[in-house]
């Protein structure tokens, strides 16, 4: 490499803030470095992504450099695919942005470089933003776009990222599944031709399939060893990923908004900013991805990240909308016996013309019925502080239902077309807001405010989202952008949540959509939480909680007991078992303690106070997932460990029994090799493991492991680690 380029390298590599001179950028955090060469008036470049460069002219020396476009535009070279394509009012199709500075500053805790880029020929300006944070290993970037153009331009294609990754045995990890079985693990090896994760529902993400990824670099996926890259888009809309292998060198990534439906008239002056895509490197396999994502965060990303979660029972399971003051004193006696913290009352307490009986009418009506609670939200805020509880609530303010006074009054605010008989959700009768109506936002906004305002001792709002967006209209938008309503709809919900967020900054929010609908770290800045799943059977959540876990920290996962013959699967779960997964999340519980005998009272309030033990490191501490049940060994494990490494929670579940199965050795991960831990065992229901009590060093724990019989089908173990002092 010549002396210029190294030293315009470094220069780059040591400049603080302000305008960067150097044309070639480098953009680090602890473990990795993307390189990008941005000469004045040329097209940038991305050279390089992967560990950490300490030598960055090292990739032009070694031949690795991508020399790809950093967004690659359509039209001049077009025969690849394509970050962004803009047809500009005279019919021209193309672009070619060439670089006209290159910044740095210091932004909300993390550094910022942005690419400012322009049309060669056009005043089409697009700039390109990585920020990275010094107390994590995400790289977060976005894209803005705008045009100075006499009259609109198109936008067909707007993603928020493009990154090469090279070729070699990638395998791609990621998370699909419907109702009930969300976020399942799937892994492949990437083959020719393209692959792509994507999304059309419109108002829920992740029903079916996850904007979030990981691709290994040199083999197949491991927990803990090998070179990976994961992405996830920060957005609650429709997605789009696309993973492009060229046959030769490169695996091209396209993450972004799904354009599909969604062309987007961008008037002269306004600018269009893309999601965030966040992405990360490990050299510590998925599990390193993964607490880089989880501690990115708890950091950043995440409402309430760093402060510890409540103890809660939700009435959903246990009573369904039938509810009154009556049952729902007695749930907050007896959950408060038990050692809860919170009650959330879930669907069923609104309605005034027509009360929620069921799911045909009512939503929209967000005043409480009187006939089930007459003495209203006041007499519940009451009877929850007379037990020492903190109080919460459902709502699911984007919707309505055509049997609502809402929809009375109101038509034109569903999302609807013309000439079109609508097509209508759950019950028969549900329809979607349009939440690109600044009136609709008001009235959302305002669902939300009424409550507080009435009722500020509400801690909690569980937020729910039931349906598609069927009957693609809108009577807000005008004709010709009718195509925005995909976009229209999340930037609206945005608004709102912002301003939820401003005026209630200590209201805890819960994003549910049909279960886990909504895990998507567009919306959790203004969420702490979201409902893993509406399947709570603890056998299936250990593998929907696995999948989760690869880029969401339990803090966030909410997970709750419920009956002993699921409602969703039908299958029979010892309590024990159902407490011990639920403790490996955010714990709750969801079914009616009327019904639980005194016994299992008496082991409920147990391994809640055995949660608070380890709820502390179990929320904020670091995951290892040990043994994973889709290896289908019979036995799934994980642990948490605290940051200081002086407390751990270890978890192992027995998923299925056959005579005589081998048994894997119990080995842990993440501790202090030097430190010695007492294993005490939590939520006990019978004799402790023979290892109760005693001491091992971390050394012994993660090289040997501890070798004790788990039980059978559906046993489980929960051992709390505590340094010796
Ligand atoms: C769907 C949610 O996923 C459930 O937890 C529950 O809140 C129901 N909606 C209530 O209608």
Same mark, same amino acid.
């Given at each position: 490499?010549?002396?210029?380029?190294?030293?315009?390298?470094?220069?780059?590599?040591?400049?603080?803030?302000?305008?960067?001179?150097?044309?070639?950028?480098?953009?680090?955090?602890?473990?990795?470095?993307?390189?990008?060469?941005?000469?004045?008036?040329?097209?940038?470049?991305?050279?390089?992504?992967?560990?950490?460069?300490?030598?960055?002219?090292?990739?032009?020396?070694?031949?690795?450099?991508?020399?790809?476009?950093?967004?690659?535009?359509?039209?001049?070279?077009?025969?690849?695919?394509?970050?962004?394509?803009?047809?500009?009012?005279?019919?021209?199709?193309?672009?070619?942005?060439?670089?006209?500075?290159?910044?740095?500053?210091? #932004?909300?805790?993390?550094?910022?470089?942005?690419?400012?880029? #322009?049309?060669?020929?056009?005043?089409?300006?697009?700039?390109?933003?990585?920020?990275?944070?010094?107390?994590?290993?995400?790289?977060?970037?976005?894209?803005?776009?705008?045009?100075?153009?006499?009259?609109?331009?198109?936008?067909?294609?707007?993603?928020?990222?493009?990154?090469?990754?090279?070729?070699?045995?990638?395998?791609?990890?990621?998370?699909?599944?419907?109702?009930?079985?969300?976020?399942?693990?799937?892994?492949?090896?990437?083959?020719?031709?393209?692959?792509?994760?994507?999304?059309?529902?419109?108002?829920?993400?992740?029903?079916?399939?996850?904007?979030?990824?990981?691709?290994?670099?040199?083999?197949?996926?491991?927990?803990?060893?090998?070179?990976?890259?994961?992405?996830?888009?920060?957005?609650?809309?429709?997605?789009?990923?696309?993973?492009?292998?060229?046959?030769?060198?490169?695996?091209?990534?396209?993450?972004?908004?799904?354009?599909?439906?969604?062309?987007?008239?961008?008037?002269?002056?306004?600018?269009?900013?893309?999601?965030?895509?966040?992405?990360?490197?490990?050299?510590?396999?998925?599990?390193?991805?993964?607490?880089?994502?989880?501690?990115?965060?708890?950091?950043?990303?995440?409402?309430?990240?760093?402060?510890?979660?409540?103890?809660?029972?939700?009435?959903?399971?246990?009573?369904?909308?039938?509810?009154?003051?009556?049952?729902?004193?007695?749930?907050?006696?007896?959950?408060?016996?038990?050692?809860?913290?919170?009650?959330?009352?879930?669907?069923?307490?609104?309605?005034?013309?027509?009360?929620?009986?069921?799911?045909?009418?009512?939503?929209?009506?967000?005043?409480?019925?009187?006939?089930?609670?007459?003495?209203?939200?006041?007499?519940?805020?009451?009877?929850?502080?007379?037990?020492?509880?903190?109080?919460?609530?459902?709502?699911?303010?984007?919707?309505?239902?055509?049997?609502?006074?809402?929809?009375?009054?109101?038509?034109?605010?569903?999302?609807?077309?013309?000439? #079109?008989?609508?097509?209508?959700?759950?019950?028969?009768?549900? *329809?979607?807001?349009?939440?690109?109506?600044?009136?609709?936002?008001?009235?959302?906004?305002?669902?939300?405010?009424?409550?507080?305002?009435?009722?500020?001792?509400?801690?909690?709002?569980?937020?729910?989202?039931?349906?598609?967006?069927?009957?693609?209209?809108?009577?807000?938008?005008?004709?010709?952008?009718?195509?925005?309503?995909?976009?229209?709809?999340?930037?609206?919900?945005?608004?709102?949540?912002?301003?939820?967020?401003?005026?209630?900054?200590? *209201?805890?929010?819960?994003?549910?959509?049909?279960?886990?609908?909504?895990?998507?770290?567009?919306?959790?800045?203004?969420?702490?939480?979201?409902?893993?799943?509406?399947?709570?059977?603890?056998?299936?959540?250990?593998?929907?909680?696995?999948?989760?876990?690869?880029?969401?920290?339990?803090?966030?996962?909410?997970?709750?007991?419920?009956?002993?013959?699921?409602?969703?699967?039908?299958?029979?779960?010892?309590?024990?078992? #159902?407490?011990?997964?639920?403790?490996?999340?955010?714990?709750?519980?969801?079914?009616?303690?009327?019904?639980?005998?005194?016994?299992?009272?008496?082991?409920?309030?147990?391994?809640?106070?055995?949660?608070?033990?380890?709820?502390?490191?179990?929320?904020?501490?670091?995951?290892?997932?040990?043994?994973?049940?889709?290896?289908?060994?019979?036995?799934?494990? *994980?642990?948490?460990?605290?940051?200081?490494?002086?407390?751990?929670?270890?978890?192992?579940?027995?998923?299925?029994?056959?005579?005589?199965?081998?048994?894997?050795?119990?080995?842990?991960?993440?501790?202090?090799?030097?430190?010695?831990?007492?294993?005490?065992?939590?939520?006990?229901?019978?004799?402790?493991?023979?290892?109760?009590?005693?001491?091992?060093?971390?050394?012994?724990?993660?090289?040997?492991?501890?070798?004790?019989?788990?039980?059978?089908?559906?046993?489980?173990?929960?051992?709390? *680690?505590?340094?010796?002092?």
């Amino acid at each position: 490499m010549n002396k210029r380029l190294a030293s315009a390298l470094l220069c780059a590599a040591l400049l603080g803030s302000g305008i960067l001179r150097a044309d070639n950028i480098v953009i680090s955090n602890r473990k990795s470095s993307i390189l990008i060469t941005a000469p004045k008036g040329e097209s940038p470049r991305i050279q390089y992504f992967g560990p950490r460069l300490a030598n960055p002219g090292d990739v032009f020396d070694s031949g690795s450099a991508f020399n790809d476009p950093v967004y690659p535009q359509f039209g001049v070279q077009c025969s690849r695919e394509t970050a962004i394509q803009a047809t500009h009012n005279d019919g021209n199709m193309s672009l070619e942005l060439v670089v006209e500075s290159v910044t740095r500053e210091n #932004r909300d805790g993390g550094q910022v470089t942005a690419i400012a880029t #322009r049309d060669k020929f056009y005043p089409f300006y697009v700039t390109i933003y990585y920020k990275t944070y010094p107390d994590c290993e995400v790289i977060e970037t976005w894209t803005e776009i705008r045009h100075l153009e006499k009259k609109p331009v198109t936008l067909y294609r707007f993603a928020s990222a493009f990154l090469p990754v090279r070729r070699g045995d990638n395998w791609l990890s990621h998370f699909h599944g419907p109702w009930g079985a969300e976020a399942y693990l799937y892994e492949e090896a990437l083959t020719d031709g393209m692959r792509v994760i994507k999304d059309k529902d419109g108002v829920r993400n992740t029903q079916n399939s996850c904007p979030s990824f990981m691709l290994t670099l040199d083999g197949r996926p491991d927990e803990q060893h090998g070179m990976v890259i994961g992405g996830t888009l920060a957005w609650s809309g429709n997605y789009r990923i696309a993973i492009d292998n060229d046959n030769a060198h490169t695996t091209r990534i396209f993450a972004g908004i799904n354009e599909d439906q969604s062309q987007y008239i961008l008037e002269p002056k306004e600018v269009f900013t893309t999601p965030v895509f966040a992405f990360t490197f490990s050299d510590e396999g998925k599990g390193g991805v993964s607490r880089n994502f989880h501690r990115w965060a708890r950091l950043h990303r995440l409402n309430h990240g760093g402060e510890q979660r409540s103890i809660l029972l939700n009435s959903w399971e246990g009573v369904s909308m039938n509810v009154n003051q009556e049952v729902m004193d007695q749930m907050m006696a007896d959950f408060a016996a038990m050692g809860g913290e919170m009650f959330v009352m879930d669907d069923g307490w609104f309605g005034d013309k027509y009360p929620r009986n069921n799911g045909t009418s009512s939503l929209g009506d967000w005043v409480v019925c009187k006939e089930k609670l007459p003495e209203g939200i006041k007499g519940l805020t009451a009877s929850a502080r007379e037990k020492g509880l903190k109080f919460g609530i459902w709502i699911e303010p984007e919707m309505t239902n055509s049997k609502s006074e809402l929809f009375e009054k109101h038509p034109e605010w569903v999302i609807q077309q013309p000439h #079109r008989e609508m097509h209508k959700g759950r019950g028969g009768t549900q *329809l979607v807001l349009d939440l690109s109506n600044p009136e609709v936002q008001e009235f959302v906004f305002g669902v939300v405010d009424k409550l507080m305002t009435a009722h500020p001792e509400i801690a909690y709002i569980k937020w729910d989202a039931n349906m598609t967006l069927f009957n693609y209209g809108s009577t807000y938008l005008p004709r010709d952008k009718q195509s925005h309503l995909y976009i229209a709809y999340h930037r609206g919900l945005e608004n709102i949540l912002k301003r939820i967020h401003a005026k209630y900054p200590g *209201l805890v929010m819960q994003a549910c959509a049909s279960g886990g609908g909504r895990i998507n770290y567009g919306l959790l800045p203004y969420y702490d939480e979201f409902w893993t799943s509406d399947n709570t059977d603890a056998l299936q959540r250990i593998f929907i909680q696995w999948g989760v876990s690869n880029f969401f920290p339990a803090v966030a996962m909410a997970s709750h007991v419920s009956v002993d013959t699921n409602y969703q699967t039908g299958r029979k779960t010892p309590l024990k078992l #159902r407490f011990d997964v639920a403790m490996s999340g955010r714990m709750g519980m969801e079914l009616q303690p009327a019904h639980m005998t005194d016994e299992d009272k008496a082991f409920a309030r147990r391994a809640i106070a055995d949660y608070k033990l380890i709820r502390p490191v179990v929320q904020q501490g670091d995951l290892y997932r040990l043994i994973s049940p889709f290896d289908k060994t019979g036995y799934a494990s *994980l642990m948490y460990v605290s940051p200081e490494k002086d407390h751990a929670a270890y978890f192992v579940y027995k998923l299925e029994q056959y005579h005589n199965m081998p048994r894997p050795a119990f080995r842990m991960a993440g501790l202090d090799p030097q430190k010695r831990y007492l294993v005490r065992e939590l939520s006990l229901d019978g004799k402790p493991i023979p290892q109760d009590g005693k001491t091992f060093t971390g050394a012994f724990l993660m090289e040997t492991g501890l070798d004790f019989e788990v039980g059978g089908e559906h046993a489980s173990h929960v051992l709390e *680690l505590k340094a010796a002092e």
